[in-house]
């Protein structure tokens, strides 16, 4: 009887190695790549300054006509917007990069057109060619895969798989005439000016099927690759090519997606911009809890993401190292998108470094309710006046160093740099609860009071407000063009504002943007006088600081200086030229 167990003992051991083994290479290397995937936790690249930028785009009516229409709209309710994202379908199939005419008539002028006008213009694309596309004006294409298999052109010998906008081979990017003909092809629209590529994720289906059976491998010209290989061939490769056309070029690729790829999809180095993939236009998944006052339906549905899912990915793919990240504002799909859930989305993704505002639905926000329209209005010129800010932190995960976003203690709660902290509200309720970290912080939109961590508390926060909080002693740099905010105007547009809220020795350093020259503004606040230093490239600067009571004396340059004092908000504002040192006396 022992002999037996033993025996059957040992074969349950042996089964179990061969499964584990077994499992390992069918799926784990292959699909996951792991533990030989270090060399994709390398530094983020360094994302321009204009991808941190307002984004816009609407996934219901790809013409040029509308896309018009939904600019001149934002334009005259005066609701910023740097880059217009082009979804699918705008070429004639997947992927032969040749406009759609129909759909975008006098393409070469209308593209060159976007870009006086002072606009980015970011494409869809895949790695796919198809032979038959499902929603595009050639559906059936295959005289065009045949032509690139028969020259060898495609991974597998032109094996086939079905994806959701059609069928079709992948382009094999160790082929060298392949990777040719494929970058002449996209030269069609890249000589117009386009700078960026949104790459959507079809490098994950890369597969050969037996049967039912997916197999994770398949053959290429220089051998053969794995899921994981091949995903980040098709994100390296297509952004170091954008780069030979474009030095500013992104790539908006997927990071994390619900733990899909629990090592993110797109290989870091190669990542300049990321998002986490579709959600729905509901608050909560399907296997959460709804809010109060939610239809059941929001949880009803199978494989339900909603903004709570957003939030989850956006800071799982923060801690795994990405960048700038960020979501579809109010998400992708789905029934009518809730008011009260556009709102909070955009607040949330104001303190991202990406705004994706876009998807199904309708995105004209003067359409929508008019508290809509105001209040997103006014985090979206938040989020436009915090890209030098954001910009510091983008040099810096470049350079090795503290990247935008830190998942902390507290439901969803992180650090937004150094100097903000963020505890989102992800229900349909105006309460949150707090867990303020070590230190002493500001209620952002009402700095008079010091609250002073760590400390946890439940707080309402009225749909004109979000959970923000600034560290006192902190310095954030504003590009500052509006007067939505409250932080300054139109006069400032020509200036960079410092917010400042002195506590003993604090910097921060900024960058411009063309080549990165620093600027350093240094605060030293002692008994009854703040100093202030630059250091590195001077810039007209507007000072804003926080005072509770009038100084008596400002010298800029050591220079008597006028300034302007609010009792009220407790700020004092001076504007400085091309000066080494500030002083406030009180």
Same mark, same amino acid.
């Given at each position: 009887?022992?002999?037996?167990?033993?025996?059957?003992?040992?074969?349950?051991?042996?089964?179990?190695?061969?499964?584990?083994?077994?499992?390992?290479?069918?799926?784990?290397?292959?699909?996951?790549?792991?533990?030989?995937?270090?060399?994709?936790?390398?530094?983020?690249?360094?994302?321009?300054?204009?991808?941190?930028?307002?984004?816009?785009?609407?996934? !219901?009516?790809?013409?040029?006509? =509308?896309?018009?229409?939904?600019?001149?709209?934002?334009?005259?309710?005066?609701?910023?917007?740097?880059?217009?994202?082009?979804?699918?379908?705008?070429?004639?199939?997947?992927?032969?990069?040749?406009?759609?005419?129909?759909?975008?008539?006098?393409?070469?002028?209308?593209?060159?057109?976007?870009?006086?006008?002072?606009?980015?213009?970011?494409?869809?694309?895949?790695?796919?060619?198809?032979?038959?596309?499902? !929603?595009?004006?050639?559906?059936?294409?295959?005289?065009?895969?045949?032509?690139?298999?028969?020259?060898? =052109?495609?991974?597998?010998?032109?094996?086939?798989?079905?994806?959701?906008?059609?069928?079709?081979?992948?382009?094999?990017?160790?082929?060298?005439?392949?990777?040719?003909?494929?970058?002449?092809?996209?030269?069609?629209?890249?000589?117009?000016?386009?700078?960026?590529? &949104?790459?959507?994720?079809?490098?994950?289906?890369?597969? &050969?099927?037996?049967?039912?059976?997916?197999?994770?491998?398949?053959?290429?010209?220089?051998?053969?690759?794995?899921?994981?290989?091949?995903?980040?061939?098709? =994100?390296?490769?297509?952004?170091?090519?954008?780069?030979?056309?474009?030095?500013?070029?992104?790539?908006?690729?997927?990071?994390? !997606?619900?733990?899909? %790829?629990?090592?993110?999809?797109? *290989?870091?180095?190669?990542?300049?911009?990321?998002?986490?993939?579709?959600? @729905?236009?509901?608050?909560?998944?399907?296997?959460?809890?709804?809010?109060?006052?939610?239809?059941?339906?929001? +949880?009803?549905?199978?494989?339900?993401?909603?903004?709570?899912?957003?939030?989850?990915?956006?800071?799982?793919?923060? @801690?795994?190292?990405?960048?700038?990240?960020?979501?579809?504002?109010?998400?992708?799909?789905?029934?009518?998108?809730?008011?009260?859930?556009?709102?909070?989305?955009?607040?949330?993704?104001?303190?991202?470094?990406?705004?994706?505002?876009?998807?199904?639905?309708?995105?004209?926000?003067?359409?929508?309710?008019?508290?809509?329209?105001?209040?997103?209005?006014?985090?979206?010129?938040?989020?436009?006046?915090?890209? *030098? =800010?954001?910009?510091?932190?983008?040099?810096?995960? %470049?350079?090795?160093?503290?990247?935008?976003?830190?998942?902390?203690?507290? &439901?969803? %709660?992180?650090?937004?740099?150094?100097?903000?902290?963020?505890? *989102?509200?992800?229900?349909?309720?105006?309460?949150?609860?707090?867990?303020?970290?070590?230190?002493?912080?500001?209620?952002?939109?009402?700095?008079?009071?010091?609250?002073?961590?760590?400390?946890?508390?439940?707080?309402?926060?009225?749909?004109?407000?979000?959970?923000?909080?600034?560290?006192?002693?902190?310095?954030?740099?504003?590009?500052?063009?509006?007067?939505?905010?409250?932080?300054? !105007?139109?006069?400032?547009?020509?200036?960079?504002?410092?917010?400042?809220?002195?506590?003993?020795?604090?910097?921060?350093?900024?960058?411009?943007?063309?080549?990165?020259?620093?600027?350093?503004?240094?605060?030293?606040?002692?008994?009854?006088?703040?100093?202030?230093?630059?250091?590195?490239? @001077?810039?007209?600067? +507007?000072?804003?600081?926080?005072?509770?009571?009038?100084?008596?004396?400002?010298?800029?340059?050591?220079?008597?200086?006028?300034?302007?004092?609010?009792? &009220? @908000?407790?700020?004092?504002?001076?504007?400085?030229? +091309?000066?080494?040192?500030?002083?406030?006396?009180?």
């Amino acid at each position: 009887m022992r002999r037996t167990l033993k025996k059957v003992a040992k074969i349950l051991a042996y089964t179990l190695v061969f499964l584990a083994v077994f499992g390992y290479f069918y799926f784990i290397l292959p699909f996951w790549g792991m533990p030989f995937n270090a060399q994709r936790h390398g530094n983020p690249p360094l994302t321009p300054a204009w991808a941190l930028e307002c984004w816009l785009w609407e996934d !219901d009516q790809n013409t040029a006509a =509308y896309a018009d229409s939904l600019l001149a709209g934002y334009r005259q309710y005066d609701i910023p917007v740097r880059t217009l994202l082009i979804d699918s379908p705008w070429s004639l199939r997947y992927n032969d990069f040749e406009t759609d005419t129909s759909r975008y008539p006098n393409h070469e002028k209308w593209f060159m057109g976007l870009q006086d006008q002072g606009y980015r213009v970011v494409l869809w694309m895949t790695s796919m060619v198809d032979s038959y596309s499902k !929603d595009s004006k050639i559906q059936e294409s295959g005289e065009f895969y045949r032509a690139a298999k028969e020259k060898g =052109y495609l991974v597998g010998n032109g094996n086939e798989i079905k994806w959701w906008k059609g069928k079709g081979g992948f382009i094999d990017y160790t082929h060298p005439e392949a990777k040719q003909w494929w970058q002449n092809m996209q030269q069609k629209v890249l000589k117009y000016g386009i700078d960026g590529w &949104k790459l959507d994720g079809t490098a994950t289906l890369f597969r &050969k099927q037996l049967g039912p059976i997916p197999f994770l491998y398949q053959k290429a010209h220089s051998g053969w690759l794995t899921t994981r290989q091949y995903m980040d061939l098709y =994100y390296r490769e297509e952004y170091a090519n954008g780069l030979l056309t474009n030095p500013e070029f992104v790539t908006l690729a997927r990071a994390m !997606d619900r733990g899909f %790829h629990p090592e993110g999809f797109a *290989p870091i180095d190669a990542s300049p911009v990321n998002w986490v993939g579709d959600q @729905k236009h509901y608050w909560q998944s399907k296997s959460q809890t709804p809010a109060q006052g939610e239809a059941q339906k929001d +949880i009803a549905l199978e494989g339900v993401q909603g903004f709570e899912s957003a939030i989850e990915s956006i800071l799982k793919s923060a @801690k795994l190292g990405y960048s700038v990240i960020g979501s579809d504002v109010a998400g992708f799909s789905g029934d009518s998108i809730p008011a009260r859930l556009y709102i909070r989305w955009a607040q949330f993704s104001t303190f991202c470094g990406l705004f994706l505002n876009g998807g199904h639905g309708e995105r004209a926000l003067w359409k929508r309710s008019p508290q809509e329209l105001e209040i997103i209005r006014r985090f979206s010129w938040l989020h436009t006046e915090l890209v *030098p =800010y954001m910009y510091s932190y983008v040099v810096s995960a %470049h350079r090795g160093g503290t990247r935008l976003q830190r998942p902390i203690e507290g &439901k969803y %709660h992180y650090l937004f740099g150094d100097n903000l902290f963020v505890a *989102p509200i992800y229900k349909d309720e105006l309460e949150n609860e707090i867990h303020l970290p070590e230190g002493q912080w500001r209620y952002w939109f009402d700095d008079k009071e010091v609250i002073t961590g760590p400390k946890t508390f439940t707080k309402k926060f009225p749909l004109e407000e979000f959970p923000v909080y600034v560290k006192e002693g902190a310095i954030v740099p504003l590009h500052i063009q509006r007067a939505y905010t409250g932080k300054g !105007d139109s006069t400032s547009a020509n200036h960079l504002t410092w917010l400042i809220y002195p506590k003993g020795k604090s910097e921060f350093t900024v960058y411009d943007t063309r080549d990165q020259t620093p600027t350093t503004l240094m605060v030293d606040q002692q008994a009854n006088l703040l100093k202030i230093q630059f250091k590195g490239k @001077k810039l007209p600067s +507007i000072l804003t600081i926080h005072a509770p009571e009038r100084p008596k004396k400002i010298t800029v340059g050591g220079k008597k200086a006028s300034f302007q004092y609010d009792l &009220k @908000k407790q700020k004092l504002s001076f504007k400085t030229d +091309i000066i080494n040192e500030a002083k406030v006396w009180w």
